[in-house]
């Protein structure tokens, strides 16, 4: 069974910083892609940010050098760290384990 719980979401500042983090439960976690997606509201879900299990990464345009995905096997858990936040960054964020298992989400606010 696996289980997803992302945590680190909440209101910062436009130009702020925010680490999410999302835990993993089960045996599945060090031999899968993860990856980062958000849902603004009246979009659709889009991909953020994905981390294969080898540790190669690939980003969405709109945040290429601004935001940075990594895993820790050892703890399962998978990371985004987000720089030079914006307006337009404002979203429920979600962690997903090989595209078939979801987290919760976790909102993320930012104020202009």
């Known amino acids: 069974q696996v289980q997803l719980v992302e945590s680190g979401g909440g209101l910062v500042q436009a130009g702020g910083s925010l680490r999410l983090s999302c835990a993993a439960s089960?045996?599945?976690?060090?031999?899968?892609?993860m990856g980062w997606y958000r849902q603004a509201p009246g979009k659709q879900r889009e991909l953020v940010a994905r981390i294969t299990s080898s540790g190669s990464t690939n980003y969405a345009d709109s945040v290429k050098g601004r935001f940075t995905i990594s895993r820790d096997n050892a703890k399962k858990t998978v990371y985004l760290q987000m720089n030079s936040l914006k307006h337009e960054d404002t979203a429920v964020y979600y962690c997903?384990?090989?595209?078939?298992?979801w987290g919760q989400g976790t909102q993320v606010t930012v104020s202009s």
């Open positions: 089960g045996n599945l976690f060090s031999i899968s892609a």
């Open positions: 997903s384990l090989r595209n078939m298992y």
